[in-house]
């Protein structure tokens, strides 16, 4: 489990070890039905294609062969990506789950695993694909399975362990929070005043580079798109409700610079590598601090410099406690208003925390627990417990342990707890008695 801050190379990280793997192998490969060594499976299509185009430069000019499948497009497609063979798959995990139950695919021989953007895809319902991809399908249990993410709240990693057993918690950076080359802040902006403000933000963006304006419904990104238009923007919008292609030409445009502002849903908020961006605009602020951290990380990538602003209202008091913490693990003194909206909640201290980072995301959550996730080789250990009754009063003879335990304790003829549980049932047969009896009545 790689935990590392946004653009800090986890890209890479996952793709240098099975590709050089595979060249270190005789070439070959199944074909029929096609079956890659290596399977990475990302939350959104446009996360995919990237990857599967970081995997070709990685890989040019040697025998290995990635491809790349992913839903919103025709099924000719993914079939024509697996024609040949396929080393290295990216894939959505609805559309493999389906290539897979088609046997037009197979994962039983699938040596390396990788779920980027893991907590998002765990998170945002997922899970019931990837358990029956990883599980159902045949899949190696040998295998080396890989997940990275700038975070990793607790309750992802409690379900991460069902598709890892023994493994290494990796956190490279300031993980959880956001990078040192990144500019941030927060403006009070009420809502009928958003559209004025980003106005006014948007008049400097020709001296400033592209710009990412971020929002959280499909609906807000189509009238802010037709807002801007008709101020005369050049501005397009990315969303679940634009088909497969449109979304790609926008993508492509804006990587290009050929569109220098582009308003996105979430979609564009996970992994997405775009070169340039120099301002992400919150024109309505993540719902969690975990999304705030991905959004912001668009920019000042590698090393870059880059700007963030989210303009912040009542509706995102949920939030205050976490964004105070996020500012101050990155050395930035949180606006007065923000502080009082935290102090308010009662969820938040001054001065940060010595541990921030595990409030999002950044902490192997083992370190914290010590019973109910441990790792493969404990729980085998603490089996040597389970027959403790058996061998401790029955002399290793569970009829003999059961009479013995029937004949100590609450259920001994005379013990006081049974007797009190006798006398409440005859009280309530009755109507009358005393201690038990009352409650038998009263109930």
Known sequence: ??????????????????????????????????????????????????????????????????????????????????????????????????????????????????LDEADRMLDMGFEPQIRQIVQKLGMSKSRQTVMTSATFPVE??????????????????????????????????????????????????????????????????????????????????????RTQQQREVALEAFKSSRLPILIATDVAARGLDIPNVAVVIQYDLAMSVDDYVHRIGRTGRIGKKGISIGMMNNRNRGVAADLCAVLEDGGIQPPPFLVGMALSTGNYQPGG????????????????LRKGFQSLEEREKAKRFTDFAKDAYGQGDEVAAKEAAASIGPSMPGAYQGAAARGGAKGGKKGRGKGGGGGGKGA
């Open 1 to 114: 489990m790689a935990c590392a801050q946004t653009g800090s190379g986890k890209t890479a990280f996952y793709l240098f070890p099975p590709i050089n793997e595979l060249l270190c192998r005789s070439h070959g490969r199944q074909e029929s039905p096609p079956a890659p060594t290596a399977l990475i499976m990302g939350p959104t299509r446009e996360l995919c294609v990237q990857i599967f185009e970081e995997a070709q430069k990685f890989t040019r000019g040697t025998w290995v062969k990635p491809a790349v499948v992913y839903g919103g497009t025709d099924y000719k497609e993914s079939f024509r990506q697996l024609q040949g063979g396929v080393d290295i798959l990216v894939a959505t995990p609805g559309r493999l789950q389906d290539l897979c139950e088609k046997h037009k695919c197979s994962v039983r021989w699938v040596q390396c695993l990788v």
């Open 156 to 241: 992802v990693q409690h379900l991460a362990q069902e598709f890892m057993r023994n493994y290494s918690f990796m956190a490279v950076g300031r993980v959880g929070g956001t990078a040192s080359t990144i500019q941030q802040k927060l403006v009070w902006v009420d809502d009928n005043d958003k559209d004025a403000f980003l106005f006014g933000l948007l008049m400097r963006q020709p001296s400033l580079g592209l710009f990412l304006v971020f929002v959280n419904t499909k609906q807000q990104a189509i009238d802010l798109e037709r807002f801007l238009l008709g101020v005369g923007f050049n501005v397009q919008s990315i969303h679940g409700d």
């Open 353 to 368: 925390t010595d541990n921030g980072q595990a409030q999002y995301g950044g902490q192997d959550v083992r370190r914290s």
